[in-house]
């Protein structure tokens, strides 16, 4: 059973590379360059959290294509459950854009199947990739 969940964890983290590589060729099929966005659309400015801390990597990108194929000049971003903390509503019907979260782990010791080491006995950390869907702050 636990490698079966390993192995929807792998083709869960392939999707999200795909779907990421997916944006951003489309957009340089359509002749835009998601690394240099327009600064008249105001999407120029980091894309932020809700609470102002900016994202970093290939989020950056992601989210100034998303701004500026919505138009959005608001450079804040949250996802669904973050909106309603905050006591905001999403729109019915909205689309959400694509980020990422990359991060390690170490497994622990009862997880004896998964468990890996090197060759000096001591615990590899494991990479992983979660995608999340966030909304614009824009009223």
Known sequence: MARKSVRSAQANRIDVYEEV?????????????????????????????????????????????????HGYANPFWMTYRQARELGGQVRKGEKGSLVVHAGTFTPKDN?????????????????????????????
Not at 40 to 48: R, Y
Not at 113 to 139: C, I, M, W
């Open 21 to 69: 590589t997916a944006s951003i060729i489309a957009l340089l099929e359509e002749g835009t360059r998601p690394w240099s966005p327009s600064w008249a659309s105001g999407a120029a400015t980091l894309p932020m959290r809700h609470e102002g801390t900016p994202y970093r990597g290939i989020n950056i990108l992601l989210l100034w294509s998303a701004a500026m194929g």
């Open 111 to 139: 997880e004896a199947e998964q468990h890996q080491s090197d060759d000096d006995g001591e615990d590899r950390t494991r990479r992983y990739l979660k995608r999340y869907v966030v909304f614009n702050g824009a009223p």
